[in-house]
Nanobody, 121 residues
Framework: VQLQASGGGLVQAGGSLRLSCAAS????????MGWFRQAPGKEREFVAA????????YYADSVKGRFTISRDNAKNTVYLQMNSLKPEDTAVYYC???????????????WGQGTLVTVSS
C-alpha cells in the first residue's frame, strides 16, 4: 500500500482543516488506518485511527471532540477533519496503514510522506 497525505497548511487558532490520505492498491479496504503527528523535537504520537470498515474509531484524548477520522473505501481515501485547532496541534501529520487498528506507530507497516499543519495563535 502506498499512501499520499495532503491538505496541510497554515490556519489560525480556532480554524479548521481537512487532511486526506489517498492510498494505492486494491486492498485498501482491508487495512485499518491511523493518523499520527510529530512536532519538532518530539516523538511521533497517535492522533486517531479507524477500522477497515469504518465502524470503529479511536482518538487521542488531546483531540477528542475536535478531530474526526473517516474513510471512503470506494475512493481509497481516509480523512482527518480537524476543528477548533490550537497552536499545540502544529506538527507534521502522517497517515499510516496496518492490518489491525493500533495506537503505536511501531505497529504500522505503511506510511505516507506527511503533511505540515501550522496553527498560529
Amino acid at each position: 500500500v502506498q499512501l499520499q497525505a495532503s491538505g496541510g497548511g497554515l490556519v489560525q487558532a480556532g480554524g479548521s482543516l481537512r487532511l486526506s490520505c489517498a492510498a494505492s492498491g486494491r486492498t485498501f479496504s482491508s487495512y485499518a488506518m491511523g493518523w499520527f503527528r510529530q512536532a519538532p523535537g518530539k516523538e511521533r504520537e497517535f492522533v486517531a485511527a479507524i477500522s477497515w470498515s469504518g465502524g470503529s474509531t479511536y482518538y487521542a484524548d488531546s483531540v477528542k471532540g475536535r478531530f474526526t477520522i473517516s474513510r471512503d473505501n470506494a475512493k481509497n481515501t481516509v480523512y482527518l477533519q480537524m476543528n477548533s485547532l490550537k497552536p499545540e496541534d502544529t506538527a507534521v501529520y502522517y497517515c499510516a496503514a496496518d492490518k489491525t487498528v493500533a495506537g503505536s506507530p511501531y505497529e504500522y507497516d505503511y506510511w505516507g510522506q506527511g503533511t505540515l499543519v501550522t496553527v498560529s495563535s
